[in-house]
C-alpha cells in the first residue's frame, strides 16, 4: 500500500487542521489506519489509530481535541486536529497496519510524512 498524507500547514495555537491520507490499496478497509508524530529530536509517537471496523484510539494528549476517522469508499483517512498547541507541532505520519495497535513497530506502511506547525 501507498500513503499520501496532505493538510499540514502553519497554524496559530487554538486553531484547526485536517489532515488526509489517501492510500493506493485495493484493501484499504481491511486495514489498521494510524497517526503518528514526530518533533525534532525526539521519537516518533502515537497519536491515533482507528480499525478497519471503526474502533478509535488516542493518545492521552490528543483526547478531546483530536478526532480519526476514515471513509472506506475513499480509502482515505483523516485527523481533524482541533484546539491546536504549539507542543502539537511535529511531522505527521499516516501508517497501515494489519492489527489493532499504538506502536509503531506494528505498522508496515507509511507515507512520507507532512508538516504541522502550531504558533503561540
Known amino acids: 500500500a501507498q500513503l499520501v498524507e496532505s493538510g499540514g500547514g502553519l497554524v496559530q495555537a487554538g486553531g484547526s487542521l485536517r489532515l488526509t491520507c489517501a492510500a493506493s490499496?485495493?484493501?484499504?478497509?481491511?486495514?489498521?489506519m494510524g497517526w503518528f508524530r514526530q518533533a525534532p529530536g525526539k521519537e516518533r509517537m502515537f497519536v491515533a489509530a482507528?480499525?478497519?471496523?471503526?474502533?478509535?484510539l488516542y493518545a492521552d494528549s490528543v483526547k478531546g481535541r483530536f478526532t480519526i476517522s476514515r471513509d472506506n469508499n475513499r480509502d482515505t483517512v483523516y485527523l481533524q486536529m482541533n484546539s491546536l498547541k504549539p507542543e502539537d507541532t511535529a511531522v505527521y505520519y499516516c501508517?497501515?497496519?494489519?492489527?489493532?495497535?499504538?506502536?509503531?513497530?506494528?505498522?508496515?506502511?507509511w507515507g512520507q510524512g507532512t508538516q504541522v506547525t502550531v504558533s503561540s
Open positions: 490499496t485495493q484493501t484499504f478497509s481491511s486495514y489498521d
Open positions: 501508517a497501515a497496519s494489519t492489527v489493532e495497535s499504538t506502536s509503531s513497530y506494528d505498522y508496515d506502511y
Open positions: 482507528i480499525t478497519w471496523n471503526g474502533n478509535t
